[in-house]
């Protein structure tokens, strides 16, 4: 039986994604910050763990607790939406420390293992915004953005241990908690600058304009995945939702 390492998997993409691999015959650890037992189905194929993936001592104690490990799924990560004259420093860094920084931290957890077996795959969720970018979206946009960066290099000097490293680039999801958490965090910070007010007015226009569009569900993400952990054969690159893959083109 093959385990897969997931993290953030309190909600969205990634509690759906542990539902998926756990449905199909594989040992789950499941991560997040706070650990609830009531948001998956019992299993003895199923462990639950406190994980915050910008402590070192957290992630290794995960780590060292799971035992041998075949998939690392880095889901886990924060929105954050404003114009860049409205972002404070600490935002951005916080945004960098776990979506970055925190990606980094969690695949070099893995790797020794990973290297030692000359096998392992880990397979990083990002986000369709690094395809086409948009209005007030841009310190998150730039610590996913280097995620890609980060994986597609990754991936080059990994390879030879035969070791693969994919990216899964989720589009609008709606159904999620990403806007409702990440406009939250930007009413806690004090809001919309006044000055940008006609471009914000602008941006949530055309989104209403967008709400019967083609979006991306946590299925969706879940499956794509799900082809990265477990086909050799997919690309680097795999866009998830209708959406995604319409900007993928």
Sequence with gaps: MKTVL???????????????????????????RTPRQDLLPQSTNLSIMGLDIRDPDSIRAVVDASGPI?????????????????????????????????????????????????????????????????ALLSAY???KAAVNAFTESAALEL????????????????????????????QEQGGFPEAYSAVVAGVFAGWE??????ITTASDVAEAVWRAATDPSSPT???AGADALALAG
């Design 209 to 214: 304009q967008q709400a019967d569009a083609e």
């Design 70 to 134: 075949d998939v690392l799924v880095n889901n886990a990560g924060i929105g954050w939406l404003n114009a860049v004259e409205g972002t404070p420093l600490a935002m951005v860094r916080d945004l960098f420390d776990t979506n970055t920084i925190g990606t980094i931290a969690m695949t070099q957890a893995v790797l020794p293992q990973f290297r030692e077996r000359r096998a392992g795959v880990i397979v990083n969720v990002t986000s369709s915004v690094t395809l086409k970018p948009l």
């Design 159 to 186: 390879a030879p241990f035969d070791i693969r490293v994919r990216l899964v680039l989720p589009g609008r999801a709606p159904a999620t908690r990403f806007g409702e958490t990440a406009r939250a965090r930007m």
């Design 6 to 32: 997931i993290t953030g998997c309190s909600s969205g993409f990634g509690l759906e994604t542990a539902k998926l691999f756990l449905d199909r015959g594989w040992r789950v650890v499941a991560t997040m």
């Design 237 to 239: 690159r795999l866009p």
């Design 141 to 143: 946009t730039a610590s």
